[in-house]
């Protein structure tokens, strides 16, 4: 059997789970963050191991612990004495590579059988360094980290260096392989996988590898020639047999290399290409998740090794991390580790775990893969990135401690529940590896016998074996109910409810189709039934393939249990069969609504509340990842956290500019979505509402600013002098859901190319902005505010504008653009471009000007407003219609430019009530009105936006709901221009 199919054997899903353990090494791409974090790991309740009280041996006249409690350390000594000293010498510092590399020169004694002299001197290391790796742990002088590096050290040296030797034997005969299109001497890329890959070796491992070579072809230089592929076959089984040929001297490394294209069954070295159409066609579940680790772990010292490593990354980065977020995982993580925890209690008998459950022999329980082991760790750590590794490259990395760290820093598990796992993952490895110091053996149950017992109790720092075992049982507990959390099956721990579908759909039934949705509560019941029966009928339901259509159909009978619950049953159901009929073709979100039951249960809230928020959710069904998070649904936002994190989701994805709109896009989507759940329960005022969605906006411009800069291959500085100034809603920061981005750009920079690059970043920057792409739309944008509107310069130099609004020459600002900088703000970019432009607004406000030419221009305005916005409905329109909000800001416009020179507290941009209270209190309108004209704008805007949520395109009410409130700004309009205005006149 091959290990291409994980039911036929559990060897091949084992493997591909990966043995990780994760050691103090951060990856490059880690985030201070996340390394700060795993090194909190590595000291206070993570230190689980300390100095144990042991008693050494004299080993000529050395003291060593490790003879006395490893058999394979003292068998070593005994065969070659001059161990005890290599020992004592280097036990006082952490093994490097560089000391392995300079005692492998020392044991390499060339000779005619270059096999025969490798393999000698790599034994002779490996037992040097598992005696010194034994003693310093033994002795309390390591981490986890320094022996799983050490060991993975060795590995990787043992490989690099034999490649070079064979390489070097190889080539009178047959030369060097050649790439038939570049011409280019060929490299055997060799990767490890597993612990391998993730540098976390235990000290008695196996290594999984898996062959590979760039292009075929030909070897050239030799007295013959071989295809690049045979070449490549006959150095790989060299490699093997150097690495695991058992000698006098032991071996180096068990290779296992089971994990390539099409297993034993497959050639032991493939091509790229092959590799490829592999992973496109044949790729399993269980591969990806030996893919998350795999790394080259052959020299990378020239030009085309580095080459290729990164061809081999962008070729099975797709496959591992999908573009979307994949919880299709979970359920295929449960169905493999079913395999594999069955295939270890075959091995050991049907043993429970220490402490839990009844055991039949708890002495020999599997520490690595039974109940709280460490592969279910390495499963729930694993989880985190094959779900959403596709977008947050954070995510790629191997060692397991460090994806727990991750998962914290992002919000994705708690920090108490981290601390437990890795807690447990530390103690469980140090104890994987007190087994395998003993003998040498790749063993992970617990000893048997009472002798070798009493010797792993005391070398884990434990008074005898039962108090070995509480203690593994008080970190395995936790371990387990955290995974059994994680991947329960959602059916088995909720009640189903009365399957209705697809039977409702079905020629014959017990009872009419129309009665049985009648008793759970439906109205429409033709209604419902036709549509239920033309999703059944569709090519799009019967094209679902089988999982799919089961869990289709599972959605379909929650959702009319969860609609029937709710107040209006009929409008639930219509929303949550379009969002089905949406989202029926993508197997991640179908696996998400059905591993988590109470996220469908906020769809069906979130369904109900608002029609907006339905069609929102259903354009973008990615959103629901967001319900599944309860603390952050709850929590105020963090704009400073949520600018660091995205642009640092940015920096990863730079050059991508497609990938990086996507970033911004479903970044803008999640963030407005947690609002608007907030919203609809009730969580929020209006004002906080728009105040949250005007920051965002401002987040997502500066963020975006710096982004598109990076890209602008004109661009003439580090930083650009360029501002982003905000007008209309996003300027009085009043945005709504939906709103457009009233902006302009300013920019003070006195390089001669200035303006063509300014041009040329606002163009950009309006594109990223406002392009459509696959996670969707960003934002609307109007630039018509800026000096001589549609007609102007899309960029304008800040001493232009200055004139401009100064009325300086020829070409100056009118009234009405007076009136719109009064709810004008500074909102990205330049900070000093920034603080220039918030000066002189308030230099403009504060101009003096004349009561009846002002109040006769902004009368004029008003009217031809009120004409653009007929309404012959009836009701009366919030904002348009004479006594609404455009009155109120009217009016606040004009008293704001009128007074400001005389009050200076006008030219705040706290919005339309405060402005109105404050023009109350020094008396320039009655303060009882300015206060009832303030309650009037609130409660219009918080009517509007209910409209608005509840799909209605126009923000009109019968005029009697909202009579008193109008009359009370006609009062005020009437009060400031003398000019009297009808109820609902124009």
Request: proline share 4%; glycine share 8%.
């Amino acid at each position: 059997m091959t290990s291409t199919d994980p039911t036929s054997s559990a060897a091949a899903p084992e493997t591909a789970a990966t043995d990780g353990a994760a050691g103090e090494r951060a990856p490059g791409n880690t985030s201070g963050a996340a390394r700060q974090a795993v090194a909190d790991m590595a000291t206070g309740p993570f230190a689980v191991v300390a100095a144990v009280e042991l008693v050494p041996v004299d080993c000529a006249g050395m003291a060593l612990y490790s003879p006395a409690y490893s058999h394979y350390t003292r068998r070593m000594v005994q065969a070659r004495p001059e161990l005890a000293e290599i020992v004592a010498q280097a036990r006082d510092q952490p093994l490097t590579r560089a000391w392995m590399a300079a005692r492998l020169k020392v044991l390499h004694e060339p000779s005619a059988d270059v096999d025969d002299a490798i393999k000698r001197a790599l034994r002779r290391l490996r037992a040097e360094v598992m005696c010194v790796v034994i003693e310093r742990d033994l002795r309390g002088q390591s981490t986890l980290g320094e022996v799983t590096g050490a060991m993975t050290d060795l590995a990787e040296l043992g490989i690099q260096y034999g490649l070079a030797m064979l390489e070097a034997d190889l080539a009178p005969t047959y030369g060097r392989p050649v790439g038939e299109s570049s011409g280019e001497v060929q490299e055997l890329v060799v990767v490890g996988m597993g612990k391998l890959g993730g540098r976390e070796l235990n000290v008695s491992s196996d290594i999984d590898l898996i062959f590979l070579y760039d292009e075929d072809g030909d070897t050239r230089g030799g007295q013959r020639s071989l295809s690049n592929h045979e070449y490549f076959i006959r150095l790989g089984r060299r490699l093997i047999n150097l690495l695991a040929d058992v000698t006098a001297d032991g071996y180096v490394f068990r290779v296992d290399m089971r994990l390539r294209p099409n297993g034993d069954a497959g050639p032991l070295a493939c091509s790229f290409g092959m590799l490829e159409q592999y992973l496109m066609v044949q790729g399993r579940e269980w591969e990806r998740y030996a893919w998350i680790k795999g790394r080259v772990v052959s020299a990378l010292d020239t030009p085309h090794a580095q080459r290729t490593a990164a061809q081999l990354a962008s070729l099975t980065t797709p496959f591992v991390f999908r573009r979307y977020l994949d919880y299709g995982v979970i359920a295929a993580i449960r169905s493999l580790h079913a395999q594999i925890r069955a295939e270890a209690a075959k091995r050991s008998g049907g043993l429970a775990a220490p402490g839990g459950g009844q055991r039949v022999n708890q002495r020999a329980f599997n520490i690595k893969l039974g109940r709280g082991g460490i592969r279910e760790i390495e499963f729930m750590a694993q989880v985190f990135q094959l779900i959403r590794g596709g977008q947050d490259p954070a995510l790629r990395i191997r060692p397991t401690l460090e994806v727990l760290a991750v998962a914290v820093e992002h919000g994705l598990l708690p920090a108490g529940q981290a601390e437990q796992l890795a807690h447990a993952y530390r103690f469980l490895r140090q104890l994987e590896h007190r087994l395998q110091y003993r003998d040498d053996a790749q063993t992970h149950h617990l000893p048997t016998s009472e002798e070798e017992q009493l010797a792993v109790a005391k070398m884990m720092g434990c008074a005898d074996w039962p108090a070995l075992l509480e203690r593994l049982a008080s970190l395995q507990d936790p371990v387990a109910q955290q995974f059994e959390a994680t991947f329960s099956d959602p059916d088995e721990a909720h009640a189903p409810c009365e399957a209705l579908w697809p039977a409702l759909i079905q020629e014959e039934q017990d009872e009419p189709p129309c009665e049985r949705l009648a008793s759970a509560g439906f109205s429409d019941c033709a209604g419902l039934l036709d549509r239920l029966r033309a999703i059944g009928g569709s090519l799009r339901y019967r094209a679902l393939s089988e999982p799919s259509r089961v869990r289709f159909d599972l959605l379909v009978n929650r959702a009319l249990d969860l609609a029937s619950r709710q107040e209006d049953a009929d409008r639930t159901i219509a929303r949550f069969v379009d969002f089905l009929d949406a989202i029926s073709r993508r197997a991640s979100y179908l696996s998400l609504l059905s591993e988590y039951p109470q996220a469908m249960a906020r769809v069906a809230d979130t369904l109900h509340a608002s029609s907006w928020a339905a069609a929102y959710l259903t354009r973008h069904p990615q959103l629901l990842d967001e319900l599944l998070d309860s603390d952050a649904l709850a929590g105020a936002p963090d704009w400073a956290g949520f600018r660091s994190r995205l642009a640092t989701r940015l920096d990863a994805a730079d050059g991508q500019i497609e990938a990086q709109m996507d970033i911004l896009r479903r970044e803008h989507h999640a963030e407005t979505f947690r609002i608007l759940l907030q919203d609809l329960q009730g969580m929020l005022t209006v004002e906080q509402i728009a105040d949250r969605l005007s920051d965002l906006a401002d987040a997502m411009l500066e963020v975006t600013l710096q982004a598109v800069w990076r890209q602008l291959a004109t661009r003439h500085a580090e930083q650009p002098r360029f501002a982003v100034i905000a007008y209309g809603k996003l300027g009085g920061k009043e945005l709504g859901y939906a709103s457009d981005l009233d902006i302009i750009f300013l920019y003070e920079d006195e390089h001669e190319r200035a303006p063509d690059v300014y041009a040329a970043y606002a163009r950009r920057l309006i594109t990223w902005l406002t392009s459509h792409t696959a996670a969707g739309t960003l934002f609307d944008v109007d630039t018509r505010l800026r000096p001589n509107g549609e007609a102007g310069l899309l960029v304008t130099s800040f001493e232009g504008f200055r004139r401009y609004q100064q009325r300086e020459g020829d070409n100056t600002a009118w009234v009405w653009e007076h009136q719109a900088l009064t709810r004008a703000r500074f909102c990205a970019g330049d900070p000093g471009i920034g603080a220039h432009f918030e000066s002189l607004r308030d230099e403009i406000l504060r101009q003096p000007r004349d009561a009846a030419t002002l109040r006769g221009e902004i009368v004029v305005m008003r009217h031809k407003v009120a004409e653009g916005h007929p309404n012959p409905s009836g009701l009366f329109d919030l904002k348009h219609d004479r006594g609404g909000m455009v009155d109120i800001e009217f009016t606040v416009q004009y008293l704001v430019l009128l007074h400001s020179h005389d009050h200076p507290a006008l030219t705040r941009n706290a919005g339309n009530i405060a402005l109105l209270r404050t023009a109350g209190e020094i008396g320039l309108i009655d303060a009882t009105l300015a206060r009832e004209v303030g309650d009037a704008y609130r409660l219009f805007r918080a009517r509007q936006h209910q409209l608005r949520l509840d799909g209605q395109v126009h923000a009109r009410v019968a005029p009697a709901v909202v009579a008193q409130q109008a009359e009370h700004v006609r009062t005020l309009w009437q009060a400031v221009f003398g000019e009297p205005v009808a109820a609902g006149g124009k």
